[in-house]
């Protein structure tokens, strides 16, 4: 008996059919598609308690997903930045929480991984790098460690126009950190949180950022503030206070300097969190096609396909996925170091479309489906909450994006108006 679960209908797969995946590319989505069920059933109560979806992870950690991003010679994955992209995505169909909190653990190996491949370094930094990851790389892959990446200070730092005001003073054999981050997604359930702070110097500048691994346990660590939001409630994203919490050298995840450098050189680092968001929107398309055919499980069969009013908002909701997809997937092909201005420019533009469709996807679904589809019983109203996050994620919210395109498209580097 074949015992395997159908594969999903093409068009709510992220890449669609006939796109060129490798064969890797195709079990991974496989297995984010034989997990996703169970994501979902548990999305709503993650959701209603506002709580962390652990039992998730222990799927994702029995699937090696951790090692997602960990590359192959220190035992995982070895997902690129499209893979995994790829990969979020198909999660984010499923839950958008367990997504959107997998993004922070991900790149918390996706940078230190191939991306860091890809920057200048000394040889004496290149040597303490490859020590140092492989202590991070090993707690993921054998000890099933969870990280988290608080950045955010409700400063202009995560923006990337401020040094963090979070700082590490060097003492004798590690840092002292000092400080606080907001919405730290998995906060009280990551085993590391990755920390951007800023070297203790008399002048604090963004090219002393640290990147520094603080474990969830560390003396001085303590999570603040509730948690009671719109929308992402499983990413369970309250306060850090860090009060001189001392880390070893070895918690770098990245040398001194390196983290600028990725941060000007790898700007597609910054796409990692729309995936979840195009996951959002296929799933939003795909419950409004099978609501209006009467095919919602839990739902009377009452088909609603017939009018033409339906009709054209499904139409309306696919051009406008298709269009998102379209723009992600190009991005996906264009991420790498250095990329050309337009690559650049067509990133900011991916990511406010992405951010901003998802959440207009779902507002027209629950519009042409009508009130019965936003009870609490059904996804789509959850969706919908979700889907109001994505444009407010930093540093690329859906207005720095046009900032940044208004700006960039206008001045050449170093140009100014006297
Ligand atoms: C569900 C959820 C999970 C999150 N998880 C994490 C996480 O794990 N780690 C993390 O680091 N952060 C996380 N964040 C935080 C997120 O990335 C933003 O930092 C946060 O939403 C900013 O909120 P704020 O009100 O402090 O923004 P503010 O700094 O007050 O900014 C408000 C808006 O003003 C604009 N703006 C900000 N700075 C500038 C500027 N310099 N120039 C022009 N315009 C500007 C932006 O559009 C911004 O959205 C999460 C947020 C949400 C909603």
């Excluded at 996703?36 to 059933?41: K, L, M, V």
């Excluded at 992209?85 to 991984?113: E, I, Q, R």
């Excluded at 730092?157 to 000092?178: C, E, Q, S, Y």
Aim: proline share 6%; hydrophobic share 40%.
């Amino acid at each position: 008996m074949d015992t395997r679960l159908p594969l999903p209908d093409p068009r709510y797969a992220v890449a669609g059919s006939n796109y060129p995946l490798t064969g890797r590319q195709k079990t991974l989505l496989g297995l984010a598609d034989e997990l996703g069920p169970r994501f979902a059933d548990r999305a709503g109560r993650y959701d209603r308690e506002a709580s962390f979806p652990f039992e998730n992870y222990a799927d994702l950690r029995a699937a090696g997903l951790l090692g997602l991003c960990v590359p192959e010679k220190f035992g995982g994955q070895g997902a690129d930045l499209r893979t995994y992209s790829l990969v979020s995505a198909t999660l984010g169909k499923y839950c958008g929480a367990t997504a959107l909190t997998f993004n922070m653990h991900a790149c918390s190996t996706l940078w230190p991984g191939v991306l860091a491949d890809d920057l200048d370094m000394t040889r004496e930094q290149r040597a303490e790098h490859e020590k140092y990851r492989a202590l991070h790389f090993e707690r993921v892959v054998q000890q099933g460690a969870v990280y988290a990446q608080p950045f955010s200070e409700g400063s202009a730092a995560a923006a990337g126009k401020a040094p963090f005001g979070t700082t590490a003073a060097k003492v004798d054999g590690g840092w002292l950190v000092n400080g606080k981050k907001i919405f730290a997604s998995l906060s009280g359930a990551a085993d590391y949180y990755g920390v951007l702070c800023t070297e203790n110097k008399p002048e604090l500048s963004m090219r002393d950022t640290l990147y520094l691994a603080i474990p969830g346990k560390a003396p001085g660590l303590s999570v603040t503030g509730d948690w009671d939001p719109l929308g992402m409630r499983g990413t369970v994203s309250r306060t850090l206070v860090f009060k001189d919490v001392f880390v070893p050298d070895e918690a770098a995840m990245m040398p001194r300097g390196i983290y600028f450098q990725a941060a000007s050189r790898w700007p597609h680092m910054f796409t990692t969190l729309s995936p979840t968001y195009m996951g959002i929107a296929i799933a939003a398309h795909e419950f409004t096609v099978r609501y209006l055919r009467g095919e919602v499980p839990g739902m009377p069969p009452v088909k609603r396909r017939m009018y033409p009013t339906k009709q054209v908002a499904v139409a309306e909701m696919w051009i406008r996925l298709e269009q998102t997809r379209a723009l992600f997937l190009r991005m996906l092909d264009d991420a790498r170091v250095d990329p050309p201005k337009d690559a650049r420019l067509r990133a900011y533009a991916a990511q406010y479309t992405i951010m901003e469709n998802a959440n207009d996807i779902c507002r027209l679904a629950i519009r042409t489906c009508g009130g019965q589809s936003m009870l609490k019983s059904l996804p789509l109203e959850r969706l919908y909450r979700d889907s109001r996050c994505g444009a407010l994620m930093l540093p690329w919210t859906a207005e720095l994006c046009l900032d940044r395109i208004g700006r960039e498209a206008l001045y050449e580097p170093g140009e100014d108006d006297d």
